[in-house]
T-cell receptor
Framework: DGGITQSPKYLFRKEGQNVTLSCEQNLNHDAMYWYRQDPGQGLRLIYYSQIVNDFQKGDIAEGYSVSREKKESFPLTVTSAQKNPTAFYLC?????????????FGEGSRLTVL | AQSVTQPDIHITVSEGASLELRCNYSYGATPYLFWYVQSPGQGLQLLLK??????LVQGIKGFEAEFKRSQSSFNLRKPSVHWSDAAEYFC????????????FGAGTRLAVHP
């Protein structure tokens, strides 16, 4: 079945460590996104990529980095510069930037900083 | 700036009762509006979307939503709630960057009493 796979599902990190969250999709979608979800705040866009080897900052990109070397993969690195990294991270993809409007989401990765 | 407000953080209804979840948006042009549902610990699934045309849109799982430009609202409704509808519901509007750069509301958590 086609879909989006995020790993790991749960991750614990010590302060000062970088951590990379994996996101892989087999939907052949051009666009991919990373959102952060905090209780009571909805989802906020971290980074997005419309095509391979190109990505743009979202609303809360500070302390995060991404790469898009392959169409199906869009890993997110949470760096030690991110002041409050404990959150639920969601990866999504869409066919493109056209009017379909539908984002397909993975099941998320929960990061806890100890 | 574009924004989405979901006034109700938590709603509890009895199984079989009707449901209305409120969503108000702020957007300068014709909005593209969405409702997503999230089960605990999962990603989001698109329920329905409005781009143009008929202001009453039908979605999956028996949900519908009505776009009211005069009230800047896009409320989600269901005539008879099932226990499996217990989840968190997010309203979203397409932001200035394009159709798929969504701005989400903070969410409404729905509990269903048997």
């Amino acid at each position: 079945d086609g879909g989006i796979t995020q790993s790991p599902k749960y991750l614990f990190r010590k302060e000062g460590q970088n951590v990379t969250l994996s996101c892989e999709q087999n939907l052949n979608h051009d666009a991919m996104y990373w959102y952060r979800q905090d209780p009571g705040q909805g989802l906020r866009l971290i980074y997005y990529s419309q095509i391979v080897n190109d990505f743009q900052k979202g609303d809360i990109a500070e302390g995060y980095s991404v790469s898009r070397e392959k169409k199906e993969s869009f890993p997110l690195t949470v760096t030690s510069a991110q002041k409050n990294p404990t959150a639920f991270y969601l990866c999504a993809s869409s066919i493109g930037a056209g009017p379909s409007g539908e984002l397909f989401f993975g099941e998320g990765s929960r990061l806890t900083v100890l | 700036a574009q924004s989405v407000t979901q006034p109700d953080i938590h709603i509890t209804v009895s199984e079989g009762a009707s449901l209305e979840l409120r969503c108000n948006y702020s957007y300068g042009a014709t909005p593209y509006l969405f409702w997503y549902v999230q089960s605990p610990g999962q990603g989001l699934q698109l329920l329905l979307k409005y781009f143009s045309g008929d202001t009453l849109v039908q979605g999956i799982k028996g949900f519908e939503a009505e776009f009211k430009r005069s009230q800047s609202s896009f409320n989600l409704r269901k005539p008879s709630v099932h226990w499996s509808d217990a989840a968190e519901y997010f309203c979203a509007v397409a932001g200035p960057g394009g159709y798929n750069k969504l701005i989400f509301g903070a969410g409404t958590r729905l509990a269903v009493h048997p």
